[in-house]
């Protein structure tokens, strides 16, 4: 399984016709998201995984994904039911 991570500052997704920026809540907590419909999957920063305590599961296989730098990076957990 593999996937693109795409970056974008918020000044660049104003501009953007097929991404929209808002909040939304996940456990009363605020999120700043990117949402673009045409992503087959969606990231949520280790951080607020840690802040929210949320417990992702650890997946098999791993995900790839290739960040904007060319790197790759393993996707080894991921988190279900998690609706904004």
Do not use: N, Q
């Amino acid at each position: 399984m593999g996937g693109k991570v795409y970056v974008m500052k918020r000044d660049e997704a104003k501009d953007a016709s097929d991404v929209i920026i808002g909040s939304c809540f996940i456990h009363s907590y605020p999120i700043t998201v990117l949402f673009d419909s045409e992503a087959s999957h969606s990231f949520i920063a280790s951080g607020i995984v840690v802040k929210l305590k949320l417990a992702p599961f650890l997946g098999s296989p791993t995900m790839s994904a290739t960040m904007p730098t060319g790197d790759t990076v393993s996707v080894r957990s991921y988190l279900e039911g998690v609706l904004c």
